[in-house]
């Protein structure tokens, strides 16, 4: 499980550096005419403050609540009691959930709006339709390790991970539907949530980093007696999980370049 964790985490760093924060970039670029994206650097910077600060909000909110008295179970607090009000209630308690559910939500109003372009401009639909499912197989497979990392329960995990599979087709499809009924055409509007999206990506790497690398591992030692027991820090990363994780940073590097082709 260490290594299928380090191995996760690779991917997810590569994809939000490599697949996300790029194609969102991007896609604004390609969105302007020569004599209009001069702001573009500032929308860039700013969608990706904003996406990141936002993941950083929803990850804290629990200590922002308390603040005001209000009390908000963490994911490590939440406990599975049957109902689907719990299992809905668990999607907010996980950040890292969160995260790839908003940038799959991005993905689908993105595939929705190429395939509402014109016919002649419909094999781009097509290569974004085959490239998302591509990067979702090894996001989708981070995501479920992850979570059995933190010793998620079973019914609620098969949930996240249900949530996670659906949200692109449905935000495809309600993205296709409104665009064709209103003739919109705006790449503008779609480029910035791409970046907002690798925003999120970005906190939802640093969120797995931390939560993966953490050494909370604490052995108790003791220099002759009970008095003296002191607690000190036991490394549990090793050669062969920084191997796991440069490899899984890897498969996000290759599916790009084969994306390229």
């Known amino acids: 499980m260490d290594l299928t ?19 969102g970039i991007e896609t604004l ?10 702001m573009f650097p500032q929308y860039i910077g700013l969608g990706l403050i904003s996406g990141f600060l936002i993941m950083y909000i929803i990850d804290h909110l629990n200590a922002i609540l308390h603040s005001f008295n209000i009390e908000l179970k963490s994911i490590n607090e939440f406990h599975y009691n049957g109902s689907y009000r719990d299992l809905f209630t668990s999607i907010f308690t996980s950040s890292l959930t969160l995260g790839l559910i908003f940038h799959a939500m991005i993905d689908g109003i ?12 419909s094999s781009i639909g097509l290569i974004l339709f085959i490239m998302i499912i591509i990067h979702k197989l090894p996001t989708c497979f981070s995501l479920s390790s992850l979570l ?6 079973k019914s609620v995990l098969k949930f996240h991970l249900l ?35 690798g925003g999120t990506f970005l906190y939802v790497v640093t969120h797995v980093m931390l939560e993966v690398s953490s050494t909370n591992n604490m052995i108790p030692q003791s220099g002759g007696s009970d008095d003296t027991l002191y607690y000190g820090n036991k490394p549990t990363i090793e050669g062969i999980h920084i191997l796991a ?3 899984g940073t890897a498969v996000p590097v290759l599916i790009s370049l084969f994306g390229e082709h």
């Open 5 to 23: 964790s380090f191995f996760s985490m690779g991917i997810i760093l590569g994809t939000a550096l490599v697949i996300a924060i790029p194609e």
């Open 29 to 38: 670029y390609q969105s302007a005419d020569q004599k209009s994206n001069d």
């Open 110 to 121: 993105s595939l929705g709006s190429s395939f509402s372009k014109s016919h002649d401009e």
């Open 148 to 153: 059995m990392k933190e010793e998620m329960n």
């Open 163 to 197: 949530i996670f599979a659906s949200i692109t087709p449905l935000s495809s499809i309600l993205t296709f539907i409104f665009m064709s009924l209103f003739h919109l055409q705006n790449d503008f509007v779609v480029g910035n949530l791409l970046v907002f999206s």
């Open 245 to 247: 994780s440069l490899v």
